[in-house]
Antibody
Framework: EVQLVESGGGLVQPGRSLRLSCAASGFTFEDYAMHWVRQAPGKGLEWVSGISWTNGNIGYADSVKGRFTISRDNAKSSLFLQMNSLRTEDTAFYYC?????WGQGTLVTVSS | EIVLTQSPATLSLSPGERATLSCRASQSVSSYLAWYQQRPGQAPRLLIYDASNRATGIPARFSGSGSGTDFTLTISSLEPEDFAVYYCQQRSDWPPLTFGGGTKVEIK
């Protein structure tokens, strides 16, 4: 069974950092580009960042560029998102996704 | 950036009826289009990938068609659990991956 399980969310103050992780199983992780997508409460889906299977293509939404860093460890079938200088508008559910599956999400709340 | 436009914004139908949802891309995405269902309080669920392929465990009443710029998600006979919001998403050209604004299928 294909599974993506996110972790690392929580309550954090503005300006602080958080690192999200996504553990993949049930498929050949290194064969797929991986993405982070977020959804603020009551809003639509917003792509945050993506990384190709070779790390050759990495991209960020303008809203997080310079603050967030995506990375992957193919040997451990894991995806990461380092989030620095967090803002209140970064509050959302964060989902790990590829073209075949989505995780259940982890909630990030940025508030003082 | 490829813009995806979904229509209608809201679809009011009764259980057992056929639902037809549209997604139009601002430029060709070939067949690299997916459809997701999101029920209230739940994560998005992949229904269709690469325009017409049902994801694992998705009932046969869900079907996708189209290529290039025009795509359709059809639910042949609505079940009570199908009333939800549906999103399309392209992966043809990223960054960025882009999503449509969603179609809400509500009970008439």
């Amino acid at each position: 069974e294909v599974q993506l399980v996110e972790s690392g969310g929580g309550l954090v103050q503005p300006g602080r950092s958080l690192r999200l992780s996504c553990a993949a199983s049930g498929f050949t992780f290194e064969d797929y580009a991986m993405h982070w997508v977020r959804q603020a409460p009551g809003k639509g889906l917003e792509w945050v960042s993506g990384i190709s299977w070779t790390n050759g293509n990495i991209g960020y939404a303008d809203s997080v560029k310079g603050r967030f860093t995506i990375s992957r460890d193919n040997a451990k079938s894991s995806l990461f998102l380092q989030m620095n200088s967090l803002r209140t508008e970064d509050t959302a559910f964060y989902y790990c996704a590829n073209s075949r599956a989505w995780g259940q999400g982890t909630l990030v709340t940025v508030s003082s | 950036e490829i813009v995806l436009t979904q229509s209608p914004a809201t679809l009011s139908l009764s259980p057992g009826e056929r639902a037809t949802l549209s997604c139009r891309a601002s430029q060709s995405v070939s067949s690299y289009l997916a459809w997701y269902q999101q029920r209230p309080g739940q994560a998005p669920r992949l229904l269709i990938y690469d325009a017409s392929n049902r994801a694992t465990g998705i009932p046969a009443r869900f079907s996708g068609s189209g290529s290039g710029t025009d795509f359709t998600l059809t639910i042949s006979s609505l079940e009570p659990e199908d009333f939800a919001v549906y999103y399309c998403q392209q992966r043809s050209d990223w960054p960025p991956l882009t999503f449509g604004g969603g179609t809400k299928v509500e009970i008439k």
